[in-house]
């Protein structure tokens, strides 16, 4: 597996970073990030846990396959699905994020084509909440998407060699001579996890680690960028 993860998955209980960022979600935009990390953590678990390849493509294929369903014909029992299944948004697209989470299970060192299909699965899957949230198109956080994705990836690759290509392609996408967009009160999370991010990718320590990364962190909250 050519990104082994070999630390603990992010989730809210567990990850700072993200349990920052969920703080400043609108109390009626909560419920969307609380699925999107959720459904995230769980392509993550697949990959992070299987002992082989196939398993983790197996457990992947099952949330493709439903998500190339119509959501009336989900399977019930599945708490997830059935939140999902209240977006108000085209789901089919959170395939992307499975194919993102699958790049990484190729054999050998992470690979630049691995690296972007992993970012861009999962800045799929933001755009999509955004959408849910009554937010399409611009300003999209699709940057802040790719800066939290890359610096999230790199600090939990198996070897530094894997991390610094992370860094790499990011650096190499122009992600980290800007700064994201302002986002709107409803996208903030998202807006702070950018600014985490890119702090991150620039100096090439773990997020959080600093204490200008909470200051920066907070003001992002606040003011969307």
């Not at 603990?8 to 209980?13: F, K, Q, R, V």
């Amino acid at each position: 597996m050519a990104s082994a993860r070999t630390e603990g998955e992010s989730g809210p209980a567990t990850d700072p970073s993200l349990a920052l960022a969920l703080a400043y979600a609108p109390r009626d935009a909560r419920p969307v990030f609380d699925d999107l990390f959720a459904l995230d953590r769980r392509l993550a678990d697949a990959v992070r846990q299987a002992s082989e390849s196939i398993i983790a493509q197996l457990k992947l294929a099952w949330w493709r396959d439903r998500f190339a369903q119509d959501r009336s014909d989900w399977p019930k029992g599945e708490p997830l699905l059935a939140r999902l299944a209240a977006w108000d948004a085209d789901v089919s697209q959170l395939a992307s994020l499975v194919d993102g989470w699958e790049a990484l299970l190729a054999e050998g060192p992470l690979t630049e084509e691995a690296i972007t299909a992993f970012g861009e699965g999962r800045a799929h899957a933001w755009a999509l909440a955004a959408a849910a949230l009554g937010h399409p198109g611009t300003p999209s956080p699709d940057h802040s998407a790719l800066l939290w994705s890359y610096a999230d990836l790199a600090q939990h690759c198996s070897t530094p060699e894997d991390a610094e290509r992370v860094r790499a392609v990011a650096r190499g996408k122009g992600l980290l001579g800007e700064t994201p967009p302002r986002l709107p009160r409803a996208l903030r999370p998202f807006a702070v996890l950018g600014t985490q991010g890119l702090r991150s990718l620039r100096s090439g320590r773990p997020m959080m680690s600093a204490g200008g990364d909470f200051l920066a962190a907070v003001r992002a909250g606040m003011l969307g960028r």
